[in-house]
């Protein structure tokens, strides 16, 4: 069985961050999004992974070959981004009958892997949602067999969203359909894979649901936080042996990286600050600080501050990207 992650998307909403670093790589309760994706694989005996790269395609390889040497992995670069349906169905050459997991590259959840991975029958793992406008849905009958699936439906006839995880058997199927998908001129504007699904199901592919526990939402700054804050909940309390603290309250959960020098401050609670960070009379809550950066004289509360970055002044809500320097007293400037 093979794992096929798309993280060839700009990841626009998160911008500027994503202006330096792809959106899979943004540090999350002391990991980051993709290496929570490949551990939760990995740790079910997954060692075959397919990763659909793009924009700043050249980090990720570089992150999945530095720490997880012990993977066979292959990287496919999406040029053309048309969509998730696009980007599994360039995968046809490695992937050929096998069976696979697909979960995108933005997508966090808390599951029966195994369960997922030992289906007799494909998998769509879903979530009950209060807006099921905004996602693909599933309709589901009482043998928890999936019967229709339709993207943001006009009026939904279900609340359970497709969290962006499947486990597909008939993998030959499934590139016919996404072909199938353009072939049909499709209302979409793109390989919409979940159409392609749908057509599966009109040829009397099984699709089982798998109910998830919870769904990270990791698309927006406010709610990236969130996860943050949840997350961190989950992983606990994290303070690298490394990292010296002077004249400084820690208030869990946090995560503090290898190098961090943290004086005069109060950090926490739903705190992750990446490594080598220094920090200096600031009082930070609710916040994912990157990696490199330098904070002093700051109030900080629902706040993003990306790797590299030099903030000195007074109480701000930001959202600040990499490699950016800010005086709020005075001027700002970016590299």
């Not at 699709?207 to 936080?225: E, P, R, T, Y």
Request: aromatic share 6%; charged share 20%; hydrophobic share 40%.
């Amino acid at each position: 069985m093979k794992a096929i992650i798309p993280v060839a998307g700009a990841g626009t909403k998160l911008r500027p961050h994503t202006y330096t670093q792809p959106k899979a790589l943004i540090p999350l309760a002391g990991k980051t999004i993709l290496s929570i994706i490949i551990d939760q694989l990995k740790d079910k005996g997954i060692t075959d992974f397919v990763f659909i790269i793009g924009y700043l395609g050249e980090k990720i390889q570089e992150y999945v070959k530095s720490n997880y040497p012990q993977l066979n992995t292959h990287f496919i670069t999406q040029n053309d981004r048309q969509g998730v349906g696009h980007a599994i169905e360039i995968t046809k050459d490695l992937i050929n009958d096998d069976e696979v997991v697909i979960v995108l590259g933005d997508t966090i959840a808390e599951y029966n892997v195994r369960e997922l991975i030992d289906s007799p029958t494909s998998v769509l793992a879903v979530k009950k949602v209060d807006d099921p406008h905004k996602f693909g849905v599933a309709e589901i009958n009482e043998e928890d067999v999936i019967t229709r699936v339709v993207e943001k439906p006009a009026i939904p006839k279900s609340n359970m969203a497709l969290v962006g995880i499947y486990k597909i058997k008939e993998t030959k199927l499934l590139f016919e359909c996404l072909i199938k998908t353009q072939e049909n001129k499709s209302i979409y504007d793109d390989f919409n894979l979940t159409e392609a699904l749908q057509f599966m199901i009109e040829k009397e592919t099984v699709f089982h649901s798998l109910k998830v526990d919870d769904w990270f939402d990791c698309g927006q700054k406010d709610s990236l936080i969130k996860s943050n804050a949840i997350l961190l909940q989950k992983f606990g309390n994290n303070l690298a042996q490394t990292c010296v603290q002077n004249n400084t309250i820690i208030i869990p959960p946090v995560n503090i990286g290898n190098g961090c020098i943290i004086k005069n401050s109060v950090i926490g609670p739903n705190v992750s600050i990446g490594e080598n960070t220094t920090i200096n009379h600031a009082i930070i809550k609710d916040s994912i600080i990157g990696a490199y950066s330098n904070l002093y004289e700051i109030v900080l509360n629902n706040s993003l501050i990306g790797n590299d970055a030099e903030v000195k002044g007074v109480s701000r809500n930001l959202n600040i990207g990499d490699n950016t320097a800010i005086d709020l007293g005075g001027s700002s400037n970016s590299n």
